[in-house]
Nanobody, 121 residues
């Protein structure tokens, strides 16, 4: 079994900052890509940022220059530092991890339970 535990969401004023964290635990042989997606009401889930096993990052155009994704390999944790937040950033944010549970297993995608981020004055 693999568990993803997210933390760090909440209510913040426009221009403020939040830091999301996602810790993966359980039966993990190897972690590959880790990322954050978000889904606003009435909209499709979209990629916010991702980081590969080698540390290469990718960002949605709407968050470039404001959000930073990092990971801690020793703790199987990925973080999303969100600065200069805007009301359009309001959404449920989901952690996504691609991993292998054993040397003989195929890679699989796992999702966190989601954490609400609300940007409002």
């Amino acid at each position: 079994q693999v568990q993803l535990v997210e933390s760090g969401g909440g209510l913040v004023q426009p221009g403020g900052s939040l830091r999301l964290s996602c810790a993966a635990s359980g039966s993990i042989f190897n972690l590959y890509d880790m990322g954050w997606y978000r889904q606003a009401p009435g909209k499709q889930r979209e990629l916010v940022a991702s980081i590969t096993g080698g540390g290469d990052t990718k960002y949605a155009d709407s968050v470039k220059g404001r959000f930073t994704i990092t990971k801690d390999n020793a703790k199987n944790t990925v973080h999303l530092q969100m600065n200069s937040l805007k009301p359009d950033d309001t959404a449920v944010y989901y952690c996504n991890v691609r991993l292998r549970r054993a040397y003989y297993s195929d890679s699989e995608d796992y999702w966190g339970q989601g954490t609400q981020v609300t940007v409002s004055s």
